[in-house]
């Protein structure tokens, strides 16, 4: 019998806001691999720290960060055959992700090479967007408006066009998009209407006004825009 790979939703970035079964899947593990930067500390493996029981072996997936795709698939070749050597000895892995596994998650990429061999297993997590918008206190949506998410590094054009359709918006990854956003925003004349949220849940979490912004943002940024009531009473 192999073993089965769990995908862990682990959320924003608060340890409290793993789910029980999150929590009870990762601290009974043996096994559990997670992504992280090159030479660089793990983001996912920071949020679960205290869950990880002593002895756990540890799987780190390095992945490069950069616009090419090539390199990144290599680091998911490389972490899905650790993972694979494992499984097929019988034993379970807890792949540790940030957010929810399958929202804009490097689970996906894994588990793409994984599924049609071993038994997978996805456990969602609260996603940046839901997080983003709590510690705004900003509703988002209701009845039948629609709500437009969006990546940061898309085109001004395409950006644009997408954002005049929907009645709200989330921009995530805005890190060195942030002038461009701002820029698009402004020629929407919604550059208002929109809330600047940073590392949302962390200790250091900023919260504020598109307007009141920092000129540089990090990667873990997001960018909500609503145009119905206020967008901040």
Known sequence: MSGTLYGIGLGPGDPELMTLKAHRLISNADVVAYPALIGGKSFARS????ALKDGVREIVIEVPMQVERAPAQAAYDLGAAAIADVLATG?????????DPLFYGSFMYIQARMADRFAVVVVPGVN??????????????ARNEVLNVLP??????????????????????????????RSVLDELGLVDRAIYVERATLSDQKVMPLVDAPDAAPYFSMILVTKGADPWL
């Open 47 to 50: 949020i679960a720290a205290e």
């Open 152 to 181: 940061g590094p898309m085109e001004s054009v395409e950006m644009t066009a997408r954002i005049e359709v929907a009645d709200a918006v989330a921009i995530m990854k805005v890190g060195r998009h942030l002038a461009k956003i």
């Open 91 to 99: 034993q379970d892995v807890v792949l540790l992700c940030e957010g």
């Open 128 to 141: 940046s967007v839901n997080a983003s918008a709590a510690m705004a206190a900003l509703p988002l949506v």
